[in-house]
């Protein structure tokens, strides 16, 4: 009862500061919500980081919160700032080339045969963390470049959450004897899943419609279109939480994290946002 207390607070509370910071602070092409995707990608990271390291695959968590904002922050430089992309992009090599070169200054010697069996382990670990979730996430500081930013990053927000929230509801109210059909998450039922696909393409079709500057131009095309973005969105929210629990059981976590009350740590609470941001972009591009 505490947990489903502290998830509804976290929802009411938390869903309109993120509201907010979307609509009230759209300067420099939404920095402020960039800058929060950046932090959110650094501190996801460094979850993941503990996660790999549990199973052997070690990474240092300063280094995994650094790596976790590369690509977030070079997106920022460039949508925020009009930073050259070539500069931009050379963090994310640098990135890469201490991870590579790392071991050189790292690797100390305590007997005549250094032992080099983790280094590949390293390797893998530091390049996962360069990617999940900030390679995923910066796609959010991308949707800021479109002509309707807002609109969009609010309908992109709101088809996650409300995906996640309705799910939970209808899950627990219809799915007692439904559950079980993803292995790799037992408690999650078919019925949590139809409530989430109906709010995504819920919130897809109002929003064309209430904001239809922002979801033109076939007027006859519109509510496909919007129906199959809510679709086909649902379906990676879905995804998003399933390959994060997936992580979790190899790892032996039951919570990504602590920071969250109700919910775990951050990876819990956008997993499913970080795998459907690319995916809502380019959908959004090619239907809008």
Same mark, same amino acid.
């Given at each position: 009862?505490?947990?489903?207390? +502290?998830?509804? $607070?976290?929802?009411? /509370?938390?869903?309109?500061?993120?509201?907010?910071?979307?609509?009230?602070?759209?300067?420099?092409?939404? *920095?402020? @919500?960039?800058?929060?995707?950046?932090?959110?990608?650094?501190?996801?990271?460094?979850?993941?980081?503990?996660?790999?390291?549990?199973?052997?695959?070690?990474?240092?968590?300063?280094?995994?919160?650094? $790596?976790?904002? *590369?690509?977030?922050?070079?997106?920022?430089?460039?949508?925020?700032?009009?930073?050259?992309? +070539?500069? /931009? +992009?050379? *963090? !994310?090599?640098?990135?890469?080339?201490?991870?590579?070169?790392?071991?050189?200054? $790292?690797?100390?010697?305590?007997?005549?045969?250094?032992?080099?069996? /983790?280094?590949?382990?390293?390797?893998?670990?530091?390049?996962?963390?360069?990617?999940?979730?900030?390679?995923?996430?910066?796609?959010?500081?991308?949707?800021?470049?479109?002509?309707?930013?807002?609109?969009?990053?609010?309908?992109?927000?709101?088809?996650?959450?409300?995906?996640?929230?309705?799910?939970?509801?209808?899950?627990?109210?219809?799915?007692?004897?439904?559950?079980?059909?993803?292995?790799?998450?037992?408690?999650?039922?078919?019925?949590?899943?139809?409530?989430?696909?109906?709010? %995504?393409?819920?919130?897809?079709?109002?929003?064309?419609?209430?904001?239809?500057?922002?979801?033109?131009?076939?007027?006859?095309?519109? @509510?496909?279109?919007?129906?199959?973005?809510?679709?086909?969105?649902?379906?990676?929210?879905? @995804?998003?939480? $399933?390959?994060?629990?997936?992580?979790?059981?190899?790892?032996?976590?039951?919570?990504?994290?602590?920071?969250?009350?109700?919910?775990?740590?951050?990876?819990? %609470?956008?997993?499913?946002?970080? *795998?459907?941001?690319?995916? !809502?972009?380019?959908?959004?591009?090619?239907?809008?």
């Amino acid at each position: 009862m505490k947990k489903t207390v +502290q998830r509804l $607070l976290i929802f009411f /509370t938390g869903l309109p500061v993120a509201a907010a910071l979307i609509v009230f602070l759209p300067q420099y092409n939404h *920095l402020a @919500l960039n800058i929060a995707v950046i932090a959110f990608s650094s501190m996801g990271a460094v979850e993941f980081a503990l996660m790999l390291k549990s199973k052997g695959f070690p990474v240092y968590i300063v280094e995994a919160a650094v $790596l976790g904002s *590369l690509s977030p922050l070079s997106a920022t430089l460039i949508v925020s700032f009009d930073t050259n992309s +070539q500069v /931009t +992009q050379s *963090l !994310f090599i640098i990135g890469a080339s201490w991870v590579l070169v790392s071991e050189i200054f $790292l690797r100390k010697s305590k007997a005549s045969s250094p032992d080099f069996s /983790t280094v590949l382990s390293r390797l893998s670990a530091a390049f996962s963390v360069m990617i999940y979730p900030g390679l995923l996430l910066s796609w959010i500081v991308t949707m800021s470049t479109l002509s309707y930013s807002t609109i969009v990053i609010l309908t992109f927000i709101l088809t996650v959450t409300t995906n996640d929230s309705l799910a939970w509801v209808t899950g627990m109210l219809f799915g007692k004897n439904n559950k079980g059909i993803f292995f790799v998450s037992p408690n999650k039922s078919i019925a949590g899943y139809v409530g989430g696909m109906i709010a %995504s393409i819920g919130v897809c079709v109002g929003m064309a419609y209430a904001c239809p500057d922002a979801f033109v131009p076939d007027q006859t095309a519109k @509510l496909p279109s919007a129906i199959l973005l809510g679709f086909f969105s649902g379906i990676t929210v879905i @995804l998003g939480d $399933l390959a994060e629990s997936a992580i979790k059981r190899s790892s032996g976590f039951k919570d990504s994290g602590r920071l969250i009350p109700g919910r775990g740590g951050v990876l819990d %609470s956008t997993d499913s946002v970080a *795998l459907t941001a690319p995916l !809502f972009y380019v959908l959004y591009r090619f239907f809008f």
